[in-house]
Each structure stands twice: as structure tokens, then as C-alpha cells.
């Protein structure tokens, strides 16, 4: 049944309509029994239920129901697979259905702005095409099932050192370009039912009371029109956050705001049709879910089958020697902890209760000849020489020998950032030593971000796990072995150490965190400082190679406004299937703004037998070129010539074309007294006055360097002139006496807009 939400929203009282816009609990959304208006509830998080029976919490600390953890996003962004992220959404849709659930609160989808920020393992990437590419596929997953997913969060929230009171502090180019472009994709292109605005401030203003954050960007310039939800504890001042856009507030306020509200409207602070907004945006969600319930079960095994694959779609392996797969009849030692008990989830408010959980050595034994050594223990940083010494001489014995190492769960959590970038001292050290007696060392890392890597020249494989959902040890298994052939790419680039991070110098900040770096993020910021790495965003390897070529553009030339096809032709040039994700990335070699040297704007999962080759095909429109134009408050490209590149990573670029591109829009140029005549001389409309007054200044100043004796073009050659005249404000015309102020203004005149 269809219900009518204008004629209930009438019927409403002013009390009933400013309940609405807070909790009734922890978990649930009011409703208005009298006129049929349920409560329902929400729950986190991301990559699975965590649905609290009992008593609520928002940090992961009471029991939820028993559900499933899949990948968290750290992993399932390597996928770069939207229709294994689509899917993802689509059983965990399932999954709320079941247990009758609104709205999943997820998904994460922060920019990882350092290797430290303690929630990482909960956010995407690095890069903000990918980011937004995989959410809006997960949102569009879970809400085919009419239930809501609550992107978050909304906005530049990348640490957690004070996150419900710093302002992180980013010009507007920077926000525009890195930090809010993965929400506005996921809402232009899937509408997620809601929007959970972000604890922090944002240049000075809190996020839950931010107007130009909810109200002008988010809904009218990208056109949102769902509903937006507090961070839990997220307000600070209910009535100015409900005129900013905030439309509820989570979790229960024990009617202490609600009542704000209604004063607020009584003597005229508060427009009331802000409220009347509110409430409707509220109980199109329920009616929304309340309309399309589905009769389900929870298909808990199935959908730790799916948990499998996801996580062996997406885990990368970074480096091999030529050491994997491993092979049935080899002697294979398993040393550390995480083999039999793996590290797959982080902790905090996305934390599951996993209703089971695979490990690597169970599943590895059906695969293999693997025996284990304990070596550490994942608990805590301290060598234990016992453990250390067993598992050293057992690695002396032992074919190849594969360390699952990792960060124990008190190295990084929601609430607080991680300290440093290192794994725990004794795992360190006990790699180092294990590769002394045995070469043949594999390492396979349980994580939710980068670490440093001491011992990598010494490791001939390396797999990273990263926290793999509670099917993570038998993903890891399948690809140690071979069953499955590794076809993950990095979302992030793992620098060589922590100091080498473009937000080093200003990260953590407490009142306020300064984003001095700009829009040199991740590997935005590598690749300009030409900085080794240790492995580049978008690398991953495979058990098969691949190779690339003809590469076309379906022109040579674009105008702004149309769109590109770009295609090449991809081949598996090995011994087994496998898949390969073509990354698409275009750099501005126009020279005329500061920009990363290139940015990721397309890709595409392929799978290929040996042998076979497929065409694979991405498109590119204007936006794909344009860097955000404070002036214009636009995007903007200028004409020119723009690098279009085809590769296996961020540094693996295989093949590549020049495009030119045209815009027939010009930046505004604003002419006063203190413009100088190289800014005429760049701009095409100004151009002839800026070459006018180089002609008129020649001729005042003889400035012919061919009848100049030696020593005076010695002096002042001919560049240095140029250089002088393309720095000289135009107000030195009217000093020199070239022009009278008013002839100046004249000309001025003539070329202003
Ligand atoms: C987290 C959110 C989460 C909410 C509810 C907050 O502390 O920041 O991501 O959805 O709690 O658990």
C-alpha cells in the first residue's frame, strides 16, 4: 500500500513532526503510532549487521546478533570491481531485510588522507574516483532491497584524534577535488536514502550544522534528496543543525532537542517549513522500507561463501619472486599467530560478531603439506624467544615458509589514530630472522593500512590480506596456493616511511588540522615529488601476465562538453586465467595550473584465458579534464594538450595518446592598475593590449638588444627583458609617463567583461 506523506505530514502535530527528527533509542527513528507511522531501526555498519538486541553502544563494545563480516572497505576497494561491490550491497540489502533493518549505516567513504588515520580500514582509498566509483555500486547493492545506506562521513573526517570537535581546515579547490567528489558521485549516480553528516568541523563550522555543506552543495547543487543523519552525538546545536540541512538526529535526545525545535518554530528563529521538510524527508524513508518489506531469512552460509569471494577478488599480491603459488607436495611452514587466528575486522562501531570465522592453516591443510609455528603471539609487541626459536629451527626444515603477519587490534581502532606506521617490533624481527635461515619467505599481511616493510627485499612473496572478513583465511589460502589467481589492485600506495606522507607535517592536528598538503594526496603527491615507493597506488600482480595494446581515442581532439572513448586491447600472455584491471588515467599538460601529474578517471576488471585478448573500452567526459575553479566556481579545463594513459598501476602506465582539448570558456580576467602584461599576454582576449604596451615600452626604453653595445646585452638580454615586462604592473605604464592614467583606463576599458 502506497501512502499518502503529505496528508499524514498535515495531520502531524508540531510536536509529533520535531520528534521525528531525532532518535527514539540508540538504533531506532521515531514513528507516530496514531497515524501508522512505525519506528525503524538502523545499525551499522559497512561491511555487515552489527545489530544490537540489547543494550545499544556506538563503539562496537555490547553484543550484536550473530551476522557476517564481510571484507571491510580497505579490502573490498581492491576489488576495483563495481559489480562485485553492487553484489556486496545487494546480500548485505538482503541481509537487513531479514533482520528488518531501515537503513545500514555505510558506507565509509573518507579519503585516506594518512597511513595513520586509526578508521582507515573502514574507508575506500586514497583516491577519490575509485572511492566513488565503488560506493555508488554498494549503495545502489543494498537499496535495491529499498533499504537505505547512509554514506559517511559527510565531511572531511580523515582522523580521529579529537574527531567530534577539529576542524580540518582545507581551501575549497581541495575539498571540491579530494575530499567530497566519492559522495557527490555516489549521490548523483545512486541517491543513498541518507547522509551521515561527519563529527568534525569544517573550516570552523561544525559538519551537522554546516549550510553550505548539507543544504547548498549537498542538495542543491548535487541534488540530493534523501535525508541527512547526525554522526552519533554528532550535534551541537539542534536548531541551528536543522536549518543547515541535518534533518535527524542520532541517537535519542531525550526529547530535550525536540523541544528546541518546537520553540524555535513558536517565536520565529526556526522557519517551519524547515521542520515540515524534515519530517517529510523522514517518513518517505520509513514508508519507503515499511512499503517493500521482503520475507527473508538470513542465509548465513551462503553468505560467508560470497564473503569468500569477495575477499579473493580483492586481496593484492604486491611482490613474487617466483615463489607462489605454492605447490601441493612442498614442505610449507605457517608461522604467526593470525594463520590460526586471523586478524579480519577493526574495531569500534563496525565491529561484527561473526557468526563463524575461516582461518588460513585449516583451510591451507586441504590444500597442501603445511605444518605451524606459533613464532608470536598477535596480542602484543613483545619477541617471545620460546616461540621465536621454534618456529626458526621448524622454518630450517620447511620447503618455503609463510609469515602472517600484521597489526594487532590495539595498533589501530575508530576512536584514535595509530601512532606510527611500523608493524610490532618482535614480528620485525622475527621475519628478518626466519628469512636468514630460510630464503624461501613469504609474507602475508593483516592490515587495515599501510606499514613499513624492513625486511622486503628479504620476503619473496608478499600478499596483502589487509582484514579480510570472517572468510578472509580461506581467501588467503585459495591464493597461496593457486586455487585462485590474486587480481587485486592497491587503493592506496604504501610509501617507503611514514614521513614521505604529503599530510606529515600537519596531520593530527587537535583545535584544528591544517590540509596544507592540497590536492597532493596519495599518490598525487608521489608522483610529483618523482618519490620512490614502495608499492604504487593501483599495483597488484597476478599468477598470468598480461600485455596491452593498440590503444585508440576515438578522436584526436575533444570540445568541452562532448565525450571520449578510449580503448585498448588487453592479453593474457600466460599459463593460466586470470583477471586484469585497466586503469585510466589523464594528466593536464596544458602547464597552466598546478596539478597532479596524472589522476585516475576510469577502469575496468577484465577476465582472460590464456591466450585470449578482449577490447576494453572507457569513456571520458569533460569533467574527467577539469580541476575546480574557485573563481568560476566551476569545473575548469583549459585548452590544451592532455595525457591519456593506459596502465597496470599509477606507475605502470603502458601505453598512452595526446588529446587536445578545447573550452570556449576563459577564465574571467579582472584588468586593474596591479594586472600585469604577461597576465595579458596569457589571456587570448587581452592578448593584443599586453603585446600594445611590450611595443609601446620597447619603443620608450630603445629596447632593441640588436644596436646594443656588448656590455649593455650582456646585461639585460633579451629574456630578461621579457621576463621583466611579463612581471610589470600595468600601473609602471603611467609611472614611466608611456600613458596618462586616463589613456590607461581606456584601454583598460576596452577589454574588461
Ligand atoms: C561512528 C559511525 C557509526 C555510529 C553508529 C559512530 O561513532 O562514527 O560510523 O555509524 O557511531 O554506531
Known amino acids: 500500500m502506497e501512502h499518502d506523506i503529505k496528508a499524514i505530514l498535515s495531520q502531524m502535530t508540531m510536536e509529533e513532526k520535531a520528534g521525528l527528527c531525532s532518535g527514539l533509542d540508540f538504533w531506532h527513528f521515531k514513528g507516530v503510532e496514531r497515524l501508522g507511522v512505525p519506528s525503524v531501526m538502523v545499525s551499522d555498519g559497512p561491511h555487515g549487521l552489527r545489530k544490537q538486541d540489547e543494550s545499544g553502544d556506538h563503539l562496537g563494545i555490547n553484543d550484536s546478533i550473530k551476522a557476517v563480516c564481510f571484507p571491510p572497505a580497505v579490502l573490498s576497494a581492491c576489488s576495483f570491481d563495481r559489480e562485485l561491490m553492487e553484489r556486496l550491497g545487494d546480500v548485505i540489502g538482503c ?87 566519492a559522495f557527490e558521485k555516489a549521490v548523483k549516480e545512486a541517491q543513498p536514502y541518507t547522509v551521515m553528516c561527519s563529527y568534525n568541523r569544517v573550516n570552523g563550522t561544525f559538519a551537522s550544522e554546516n549550510d553550505w555543506l548539507l543544504n547548498k552543495v549537498l542538495r542543491d547543487e548535487w541534488g540530493f534528496e534523501g535525508l541527512v543523519v547526525s554522526d552519533w552525538g554528532a550535534v551541537n546545536e539542534r536548531v541551528k543543525g536543522l536549518a543547515a540541512g541535518l534533518d535527524v538526529e542520532m541517537p535519542a535526545s531525550g526529547g530535550i532537542t525536540d523541544a528546541q525545535i518546537v520553540a524555535a518554530v513558536k517565536d520565529g528563529t526556526l522557519d517551519e517549513a524547515v521542520l515540515d521538510q ?98 608470536f603471539s598477535g596480542a602484543e609487541d613483545i619477541y617471545d624467544e620460546a616461540l621465536a626459536a621454534e618456529a626458526i629451527e621448524a622454518a630450517k626444515k620447511a620447503d618455503k615458509v609463510v609469515v602472517f603477519a600484521g597489526l594487532p587490534d590495539s595498533f589501530e581502532s575508530e576512536g584514535y589514530d595509530r601512532a606510527h606506521m611500523d608493524l610490532p617490533a618482535c614480528q620485525n624481527r622475527l621475519i628478518a630472522e626466519l628469512a636468514a635461515v630460510n630464503p624461501n619467505l613469504v609474507v602475508v599481511l593483516h592490515n587495515g593500512a599501510p606499514v613499513t616493510l624492513p625486511w622486503l627485499d628479504k620476503a619473496r612473496g608478499l600478499l596483502e590480506a589487509y582484514l579480510g572478513g570472517q572468510a578472509g583465511g580461506e581467501a588467503a589460502a585459495d591464493i597461496l596456493f593457486g586455487v585462485v589467481n590474486p587480481s587485486g589492485k592497491l587503493a592506496e600506495t604504501f610509501p617507503v616511511k611514514l614521513s614521505d606522507n604529503p599530510s606529515y ?41 598480461f600485455t596491452y595494446s593498440n590503444m585508440k581515442l576515438n578522436s584526436a581532439d575533444m570540445t568541452e562538453g562532448e565525450t571520449l572513448s578510449v580503448s585498448v586491447d588487453v592479453t593474457n600472455t600466460g599459463a593460466v586465467a586470470g583477471k586484469e584491471t585497466v586503469q585510466l588515467y589523464v594528466g593536464d599538460r596544458t602547464g597552466k595550473v598546478q596539478r597532479p601529474i596524472r589522476e585516475l578517471k576510469g577502469f575496468a576488471k577484465v577476465e582472460l584465458a590464456p591466450g ?115 612581471s610589470q604592473p600595468l600601473r609602471g605604464i603611467v609611472s614611466f609617463g608611456i600613458m596618462t592614467p586616463e589613456e590607461l583606463q581606456s584601454e583598460i576599458a576596452k577589454y574588461t567583461d
Request: with cysteine.
Open 95 to 181: 541481509e537487513a531485510q531479514a533482520a528488518d533493518l531501515a537503513v545500514v549505516l555505510g558506507p565509509g567513504v573518507n579519503i585516506k588522507r594518512s597511513p595513520l588515520c586509526g578508521r582507515n580500514f573502514e574507508y575506500f582509498s586514497e583516491d577519490p574516483y575509485l572511492a566513488g566509483e565503488v560506493a555508488a555500486a554498494f549503495v545502489k547493492g543494498v537499496q535495491k532491497h529499498h533499504v537505505g545506506t547512509s554514506i559517511k562521513h559527510f565531511a572531511a573526517n580523515n582522523q580521529e584524534t579529537r574527531r567530534m570537535t577539529c576542524s580540518s581546515e582545507a581551501d575549497e579547490r581541495t575539498l571540491r577535488e579530494i575530499y567530497l567528489p
Open 278 to 375: 524534515a519530517a517529510e524527508r523522514i517518513l518517505t524513508l520509513i514508508f519507503r522500507y515499511e512499503e517493500h518489506r521482503e520475507q527473508r531469512e538470513l542465509t548465513l552460509e551462503a553468505d560467508h561463501a560470497f564473503a569468500r569471494k569477495a575477499a579473493q577478488e580483492s586481496m593484492v599480491l604486491l611482490k613474487n619472486d617466483g615463489i607462489l603459488p605454492l605447490k601441493a607436495d612442498e614442505s610449507v611452514l605457517f608461522v604467526g599467530e593470525y594463520a590460526e587466528k586471523p586478524r579480519y575486522q577493526g574495531g569500534g562501531s563496525s565491529h561484527i560478531n561473526s557468526f563463524k570465522v575461516s582461518d588460513a592453516m585449516s583451510a591451507a591443510k586441504k590444500l597442501g603439506t603445511v605444518s605451524f609455528a606459533k613464532g
Open 505 to 545: 607535517l600537519n596531520f593530527g592536528g587537535k583545535e584544528t588540522v591544517e590540509y596544507r598538503e592540497g590536492v597532493f594526496v596519495g599518490y598525487r603527491y608521489y608522483d610529483k615529488k618523482e618519490m620512490a615507493v614502495n608499492f604504487p597506488f593501483g599495483h597488484g600482480l597476478s599468477y598470468t601476465t
Open 612 to 726: 585470449e585478448t578482449k577490447t576494453v573500452t572507457m569513456t571520458l567526459d569533460s569533467r574527467a579534464f577539469s580541476w575546480y575553479s574557485v573563481e568560476l566556481h566551476d569545473w575548469y579545463a583549459f585548452s590544451g594538450e592532455y595525457e591519456i594513459a593506459v596502465g597496470a598501476s599509477s606507475r605502470d602506465i603502458r601505453l598512452s595518446e595526446t588529446l587536445s582539448y578545447r573550452t570556449n570558456r576563459a577564465l574571467p580576467l579582472h584588468i586593474g592598475i596591479n594586472t600585469t602584461i604577461g597576465d595579458l599576454l596569457e589571456n587570448e582576449k587581452a592578448k593584443p593590449l599586453g603585446e600594445k604596451l611590450i611595443r609601446m615600452m620597447d619603443a620608450f626604453f630603445g629596447a632593441d638588444s640588436q644596436g646594443d653595445s656588448d656590455a649593455a646585452s650582456e646585461a639585460m638580454g633579451d629574456d630578461m627583458m621579457d621576463a621583466i615586462a611579463a
